[in-house]
């Protein structure tokens, strides 16, 4: 781990300093972040570093200051507070404290006595912009677009380092899946699963990089569906389970969905059906293609999938052009994944932060860029019967291309999703995901 922690830092050393000259800084500050207070209350929201400092900085906790000169070895002021009421960040790992010059102070205040005044020419990266202004930062060094676009633009292609913590992260989560599935087919409610899942991985919920998804039957069809029933148990039929770890601060974000004996049998043909149609697109996602162009590929192999099984009487060029496919997949097709899990720069057409929209007909897209290698995302097709998407197709002039008997028996089915998380190579692709949940 440590060599290809060296080789990320290397390359970081690189590209920042190339960003700061671009834009006119001699020096970079950056906060890990401080606690955020909900309103005219006392309890924190969950912390999450800045995603500048933690990719340089896999260190738990906040008010540190990472101070990056170019030609200079990186400076990493850590607080470590003495604390009786709440248990302290655990120390910074040896590969990480070995990279730098570390230097630990109990308060913030002495952090920044640490790194001392002189900001003319140092950007300021990070949430505690106040804090910042309050230290002698010019409002145009903090967070400066030119610079954070180009950091972000830096961060959509993943070292070595960072494909390997991703990889981690889905290790970490394929035992939680086992145990799910295992609770499923033993007739578990959404509440139980969701337990087990984080028995198995060892994990809070705190530590999760999003709130998980734990479906059964139609909730499988709310796509960001966060409750958790303690009944609707033994009889359900569908599970549709999206949840990830977190390994140094990389997510892995995963979507697996189950059925048991006695589904509708065109039910469980199309979830046949979405898996090998993920797999497919998981191989095909590569080097050149763009990935709009790789979102409307899925889209028509949807189409054709519902075609084969009788829901559409058309074809999926059809379907895609008269928009009938968006109903059953109105979500795009997957998103960047690192330190965040809808990770930066997808809509981003040049370093310098040129914005590039999605297409004004699939606006859920996130990524509107071509595939290079070393770019790291989901690949997430989905399958729904959304009463609410598809009764404007009911009443609508295209109305005679859906049979709708057929998919009034698959409504309360819910819906299907298969993710993966796939690093792109210059000659194959690594599907993280795979390497250890196979199924």
């Not at 192999?301 to 109903?327: H, M, W």
């Amino acid at each position: 781990m440590a060599d290809l922690y060296a080789e990320h830092l290397a390359r970081l050393a690189t590209t920042t300093a190339r960003a700061l000259g671009e834009t006119g800084f001699d020096r970079m500050l950056a906060h890990s972040g401080a606690p955020f207070t909900y309103f005219a209350d006392d309890n924190d929201a969950p912390f999450h570093p800045t995603p500048t400092f933690a990719h340089w900085a896999p260190v738990e906790g906040p008010y540190h200051l990472l101070e990056i000169v170019p030609g200079k070895r990186p400076r990493l002021v850590r607080v470590q507070p003495r604390d009786y009421w709440y248990a302290p960040p655990a120390p910074a790992p040896a590969f990480v404290a070995n990279a730098f010059d570390l230097v630990e102070v109990p308060t913030a205040e002495t952090a920044w006595k640490a790194i001392g005044n002189g900001f003319a020419r140092t950007a300021f990266i990070g949430g505690a912009a106040e804090e910042a202004a309050a230290r002698g930062f010019a409002p145009a060094n903090v967070n400066p677009r030119g610079l954070v676009a180009r950091l972000d633009w830096e961060r959509s292609y993943k070292t070595a380092w960072e494909a390997a913590q991703v990889a981690a992260a889905n290790a970490k989560a394929a035992p939680g899946y086992r145990a799910i599935e295992k609770a499923f087919r033993a007739g578990a409610s959404e509440m139980e699963l969701h337990l087990a899942y984080l028995t198995a991985i060892g994990d809070v919920e705190e530590n999760l990089p999003y709130t998980s998804i734990v479906a059964l039957d139609d909730r499988s069809a709310t796509l960001h569906y966060h409750g958790k029933r303690a009944k609707l148990a033994g009889t359900s039929k569908v599970l549709l389970v999206d949840a990830g770890a977190t390994v140094n601060g990389y997510a892995s974000d995963i979507t697996r969905t189950w059925v048991k004996d006695g589904v509708e049998p065109v039910f469980a043909r199309l979830l046949d059906g979405m898996k090998a149609l993920q797999a497919r697109l998981c191989l095909e996602a590569r080097p050149g293609l763009h990935y709009r162009d790789f979102h409307l590929r899925a889209q028509r192999y949807v189409g054709d999938l519902l075609r084969e099984v009788g829901v559409l009487k058309i074809s999926s060029e059809e379907a895609v052009a008269t928009r009938l496919t968006f109903p059953f997949f109105p979500h795009g097709l997957g998103h960047f994944l690192g330190l965040q899990v809808h990770d930066v720069a997808g809509r981003q057409a040049d370093r310098t932060g040129t914005p590039a929209p999605p297409p004004s007909d699939h606006p859920a897209l996130r990524t509107v860029r071509p595939i290079e290698p070393g770019m790291l995302f989901t690949v997430e097709p989905g399958l729904y019967f959304i009463p609410m998407l598809l009764e404007s197709v009911r009443e609508g002039p295209h109305r005679a291309a859906v049979d709708w008997t057929l998919v009034d028996r698959l409504v309360p089915m819910g819906g299907i999703r298969v993710e993966d998380n796939i690093w792109i190579g210059a000659e194959k692709n690594r599907n993280l995901t795979r390497e250890s949940l196979p199924e």
